[in-house]
Structures are given as structure tokens and as C-alpha cells.
């Protein structure tokens, strides 16, 4: 049990277009999802807290204009890079804490972005 | 001063041998420890809870000692397949957003 997916593993994209990365809780129900980023031989830094039904959180420095986040069910949650910069090829990481369990985080396998 | 610092390595080990890893944290309010493994290009995966009291999981053994603010880690009889990254993380009282340190290399060596 709690699996968590995200769709797609790997995306290529030309500078200036925008991605959408899936996150899905299979087997569980997550009012709260995380967001992520890792840069190559750096930690994981948090970008920002999806919660179900209403507007993510985000962390300082990161453009929540540039970063949009759609938590529309209990199941899903959607990061969308808009206006992709080569800067912004990293990968990209959501975690899914399940609603009965609140402290426990589930990873998805990750998202390889890279803008050329 | 990072709010999680570990030691980035890397430590080049022979099998067989034991190996530990150290994290300190800086907010004395923190209440929940971690060790995560996360192997090259992947996601990372919760290897064990830290409990105030130390707790050890086959070959693995975490301790925790509030009063200096400092976790370990330590591997015994290490295998090949344990190369990876640690990633020691902490939460800090009910916020659930979790604080990662930047992990510490291990390579095990044939």
C-alpha cells in the first residue's frame, strides 16, 4: 500500500513551453501533497504544500506564478512549469501524506525535466 | 548555520566493514528523525525512524541525542547494494514539512 505515481518519468521540453507533472496517491486518499526539487548533487528542497481544495503554499524564493500547483481531489495534484527555462531542468519530486496517517510522506519516483 | 548538516562524504568502504554517518540539526524544537536512502536519479526511500531511545533495524542502528542536537547512523557488515546517498531529515513539532540534510555518499567497495 501507498503507492504514489507521477506521470510523466522523464520530459524534454524547448525553452519557453510549459510542463505538466502528475502526482497520484494510488491505494490512498492524501489531503496533502509536497512538492520538490533537486538540483544534481544537492538535497531535496521543498517548493511548496498542495492541500486539497485550496491554494498551495509555497517556499520562499520559489514563483508560485511560475510554479503552478492544482490540488483539485484527494487523489491528484499537478505541478505545471510555465515558460520553461534551461534553469529549470531539475528533478522533480512529490510526496503524498496520506489523510488518516498525517505525519507519514509517500514518494512518487520522480519527474526528470530538462529544457534545451 | 544549514538547519540539517551532514558530512557529504563520500566514504569509500570495503565490504564487510562498519560505517557511520552523523547529522546535526539546529531547531531544538524538532521532534521527529529520520534516515532516508535515495540511490542515483531516484526518489528516496525511508530507511528507518529515529527514536529517542535508539533503535536498530537488522544491519542498521540509529541513535539520537536530543541534548546535542545529533543523529547517526551507523551500517554494519556492509553489503555492495548499500551504496547510495543518506539523507538524514527532521520535522520539527507538528509541522509536517520535513528539513533534508544534503546526505552523505556511501560507496562500498568489492
Known amino acids: 500500500g501507498a503507492v504514489v505515481s507521477q506521470h510523466p518519468s522523464w520530459v524534454i521540453c524547448k525553452s519557453g513551453t510549459s510542463v505538466k507533472i502528475e502526482c497520484r496517491s494510488l491505494d490512498f486518499q492524501a489531503t496533502t501533497m509536497f512538492w520538490y526539487r533537486q538540483f544534481p548533487k544537492q538535497s531535496l528542497m521543498l517548493m511548496a504544500t498542495s492541500n486539497e481544495g485550496s491554494k498551495a503554499t509555497y517556499e520562499q524564493g520559489v514563483e508560485k506564478d511560475k510554479f503552478l500547483i492544482n490540488h483539485a481531489s484527494l487523489t491528484l495534484s499537478t505541478l505545471t512549469v510555465t515558460s520553461a527555462h534551461p534553469e529549470d531542468s531539475s528533478f522533480y519530486i512529490c510526496?503524498?501524506?496520506?489523510?488518516?496517517?498525517?505525519?507519514?510522506?509517500?514518494f512518487g519516483p520522480g519527474t526528470r525535466l530538462t529544457v534545451t | 548555520r544549514k538547519e540539517v548538516e551532514q558530512d557529504p562524504g563520500p566514504f569509500n568502504v570495503p565490504e564487510g566493514a562498519t560505517v557511520a554517518f552523523n547529522c546535526t540539526y539546529s531547531n531544538s524544537a524538532s521532534q521527529s528523525f529520520f534516515w532516508y536512502r535515495q540511490d542515483c536519479r531516484k526518489e528516496p526511500k525511508l530507511l528507518m525512524s529515529?527514536?529517542?531511545?535508539?533503535n536498530e533495524d537488522g544491519r542498521f542502528t540509529a541513535q539520537l541525542n536530543r541534548a546535542s542536537q545529533y543523529i547517526s547512523l551507523l551500517i554494519r557488515d556492509s553489503k555492495l547494494s548499500d551504496s547510495a546517498t543518506y539523507l538524514c531529515v527532521v520535522r520539527a513539532g507538528n509541522n509536517r514539512k520535513l528539513i533534508w540534510g544534503l546526505g552523505t555518499s556511501l560507496a562500498v567497495n568489492p
Open positions: 529515529v527514536y529517542s531511545s535508539g
Open positions: 510526496s503524498a501524506t496520506p489523510s488518516d496517517r498525517a505525519y507519514e510522506q509517500y
